[in-house]
């Protein structure tokens, strides 16, 4: 049985805060995009490899809550958790934290397109790498 739950270090620089040395809003989007990509390829589901058989994952839906800044110089956790995985999406919670502190909170749908933009239901063989305790429905 795959765990499914990664937690993915992060370290806060200049460039993801604004002038008040908080950090950006837009920049944590960017850690949980990391985040779920390390998530992913941490199961063997590479986007790379996806691309060569003309499928690409998009953010189909978000939500997200920020409930303390993070500053320059912290060193933050996101962890990435799949809820569910239903036959062309991937839906994951998501929570960045300081210590034990949770910094943000997100919920994620990821959607499995064709390279021209049309739904596509997950490769068997993405499913396998996927399915450890959640099942696919």
């Known amino acids: 049985m795959m765990e499914q739950v990664h937690a ?3 370290r806060i620089y200049y ?3 604004d002038f008040s040395g908080n950090v950006y809003h837009a920049a944590y989007l960017k850690f949980m995009e990391r985040a779920r990509t390390e998530f992913l390829r941490e199961r063997g589901v590479h ?3 996806l691309l060569t058989s003309g499928l690409v994952f998009a ?3 978000l939500e ?3 409930e303390r800044p993070a500053h320059i110089d ?3 956790e ?3 958790e799949l809820e569910a995985v239903k036959g062309a999406r991937l839906i994951l919670s998501q929570t960045i934290r300081r210590n034990e502190e949770i910094i943000t909170r997100g919920r994620v749908t990821v959607a499995v397109i064709s390279t021209q933009g049309r739904p596509r239901r997950l490769p068997m ?3 396998k790498k996927l399915t450890g305790t959640v099942g696919a429905g």
């Open 47 to 49: 986007h790379s490899r």
């Open 64 to 66: 997200i809550s920020y």
């Open 74 to 76: 912290d060193v933050l």
């Open 125 to 127: 063989d993405v499913l």
């Open 8 to 10: 993915f270090p992060i």
């Open 15 to 17: 460039e993801d805060t």
């Open 59 to 61: 953010v189909r839906s």
């Open 78 to 80: 996101v962890v990435s």
